[in-house]
């Protein structure tokens, strides 16, 4: 059973930067494809980040420009990079990761991390 384990939020200030972390347990697998949702309070979960395999991202409009996700195979592990924080961007990160287990492919969720912007 694979479990993934977030890191990386934090308060920070207006212009800021964070980088998420999700890293996944075991071995004997590869990321398939990786979503990073948030979910602000009393809001919906967005999804604000997605990536596959073969390394084609989309963005909300919102983070364009702003947010980069990537895959590290090696580490068994999935980035967000924020950068130019606003307050907007206050919310709970989410890492929704596609593992594909010889052929399987499995979805699992990170445990989520908050992420507060504010001056």
């Known amino acids: 059973q694979v479990q993934l384990v977030e890191s990386g939020g934090g308060l920070v200030q207006p212009g800021g930067s964070l980088r998420l972390s999700c890293a996944a347990s075991?071995?004997?697998?590869?990321?398939?494809?990786v979503d990073w949702f948030r979910q602000a309070p009393g809001k919906q979960r967005e999804l604000v980040a997605n990536?596959?395999?073969?390394?084609?991202?989309n963005y909300v409009d919102s983070v364009k420009g702003r947010f980069t996700v990537s895959i590290d195979n090696a580490k068994n592990t999935v980035y967000l990079q924020m950068n130019s924080l606003k307050p907007e961007d206050t919310a709970d990160y989410y890492c929704?990761?596609?593992?594909?287990?010889?052929?399987?492919?499995?979805?699992?969720w990170g445990q989520g991390t908050p992420v507060t912007v504010s001056s």
């Open positions: 075991g071995s004997g697998f590869d990321i398939y494809d």
């Open positions: 929704w990761v596609k593992i594909d287990t010889w052929g399987i492919i499995d979805g699992y």
């Open positions: 990536m596959t395999r073969r390394g084609s991202t």
